[in-house]
């Protein structure tokens, strides 16, 4: 199906595997991911660039896309690319209606569709989040790529809702340089923990 025929029923589907949640609150969490393709953010250090054409993703159709859990799969992990460019909300709601928990991995770039069971907001330098998810976020995952990044994720923290999840990820790339670094930082601001992609270290996807 070309892009043009994409909708919320219909949505550029760059991949979709069963893992374990490497990252955040969920670690550890055995998920089902579905990478939704399209991303205009331009991280430079994105690990996923591949995401970021939706045209060279598949238009798959909603009733295609709800059948892809399987019976054991508990958590479906929406992330991409950045798929609130896409209306979340029939791939949401069918979701959740088949008994599973949907969390999210956002920008926050675009506007809030869908309906999530979690919410991570990973906000970004090149295109800030838009003001309404700050307090729809459960958990705030900033990548730490430089020094200011720290300063930069406690201006974001500080929108957030005061129960909201604060983690300090490493970039991969820095992970040696910044490591350290992160760890005094911790030590001095306990209210955030260290992020890490623990899937890589395990070589998982
Ligand atoms: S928002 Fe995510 S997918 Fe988009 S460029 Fe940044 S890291 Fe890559």
């Not at 129960?163 to 670094?181: C, T, Y």
Request: proline fraction near 8%; aromatic fraction near 8%.
């Amino acid at each position: 199906m070309p892009l043009a025929a994409a909708n919320s029923r219909a949505l550029p589907l760059m991949e979709a595997f069963r893992t374990v949640q490497g990252e955040g609150a969920h670690t550890g969490r055995p998920s089902f991911f579905m990478r939704i393709g399209g991303c205009d953010v331009g991280c430079h250090w994105c690990d996923v660039k591949e995401s970021w054409d939706a045209s060279k993703h598949p238009v798959t159709p909603l009733d295609e896309l709800l059948s892809l859990p399987s019976a054991i799969d508990r958590t479906v992990v929406i992330t991409g690319g950045e798929p609130l460019m896409w209306d979340m909300g029939p791939l949401t709601e069918g979701l959740r209606a088949r008994g599973l928990k949907v969390h999210l991995e956002t920008s926050g770039a675009y506007p809030v569709t869908g309906t999530w069971d979690w919410i991570c907001l990973s906000p970004k330098k090149t295109k800030a989040p838009l003001p309404e998810w700050y307090a729809l976020a459960n958990e705030l995952k900033v990548i730490v790529y430089n020094d200011h990044d720290l300063a930069w994720a406690e201006e974001h923290a500080a929108c957030c809702a005061p129960g909201v999840e604060r983690f300090l990820q490493l970039e991969w790339s820095r992970r040696a340089i910044q490591l350290p670094k992160i760890i005094a930082y911790l030590e001095q601001h306990p209210e955030w923990r260290l992020g890490l992609q623990s899937h890589k270290y395990i070589g998982m996807p």
